[in-house]
């Protein structure tokens, strides 16, 4: 089974900085999906990226971008311009694009933005 | 609603009561998934519905527990015999097809504990 890390339990960061979330992942498949999701005390889990691994360009939306190391199987989260609302855990995902039916994820990271 | 709703919230139950949590996806959501999110961990895939077929029920950790989508809409993740280590929330998710590019969208989770 596919392995997903998250090493920081806790990062801040002070508002309108930037801040990178780090993640690796185990796997020997060569197509996969990896995403991260934010879930803020209200427990509801929000895509806010993913990237197709089979792409070398990183994907970005908005304020979020990510950093995709397929060689080293590394996927971190940069946030910029850090606002309040972008306090939540964050968890780093993987699915597999030959059995697609389960995510795998992270422990995840307790993002605090500091006004 | 246009999100995924779960019912109840909260659910406290007795070891050894059956509970019956309930997940109602966005209207027309092909896919849906159950997961299981220990305090400080990641949710952790249970179980996977095409409709009302269920195709993928390995992640489900005894046979104390069964799910079941009869008209391929609201689905409901049943617990026989309730164990304090089943104490969790439980998240639901749907995605609007069965493509392995589609979105997941969790509902807010039912926080079971039990006593």
């Known amino acids: 089974a596919q392995t997903v890390t998250q090493s920081q339990p806790e990062m801040s960061v002070q508002e309108a900085e930037t801040v990178t979330l780090s993640c690796t992942y185990d796997?020997?498949?060569?197509?996969?999906?990896l995403f991260w999701y934010k879930q803020p005390p209200s427990r509801q889990m929000i895509l806010v990226i993913r990237?197709?691994?089979?792409?070398?360009q990183n994907a970005t939306e908005n304020r979020f971008s990510v950093n995709f190391q397929k060689a080293a199987k590394s996927f971190s989260l940069k946030i910029s311009d850090s606002q309040l609302g972008d306090a939540a855990m964050y968890f780093c995902?993987?699915?597999?694009?030959?059995?697609?039916?389960?995510?795998?994820f992270g422990t995840g990271t307790s993002l605090t933005v500091i006004p | 609603g246009a999100g995924v709703s779960q019912s109840p919230r909260y659910k406290v139950a007795k070891r050894g009561q059956d509970v019956a949590l309930r997940c109602d996806p966005i209207s027309g959501h092909v896919s849906l998934f159950w997961y299981q999110q220990a305090l400080g961990q990641g949710p952790e895939f249970l179980t996977y519905?095409?409709?009302?077929?269920?195709?993928?029920k390995s992640g489900l950790p005894s046979d104390r527990f069964f799910a079941e989508r009869p008209e391929g809409s609201v689905s409901t993740l049943k617990i026989q015999r309730t164990q304090q280590e089943d104490s969790a929330v439980y998240l639901c998710?749907?995605?609007?097809?069965?493509?392995?590019?589609?979105?997941?969208?969790f509902g807010p989770g039912t926080r079971l504990t039990v006593l």
């Open positions: 796997t020997s498949e060569s197509d996969y999906y």
């Open positions: 990237q197709e691994a089979y792409k070398q």
């Open positions: 519905f095409q409709n009302e077929a269920q195709l993928d």
């Open positions: 998710a749907s995605s609007l097809a069965t493509g392995w590019t589609d979105t997941q969208y």
């Open positions: 995902a993987y699915r597999s694009a030959y059995t697609g039916n389960q995510f795998y």
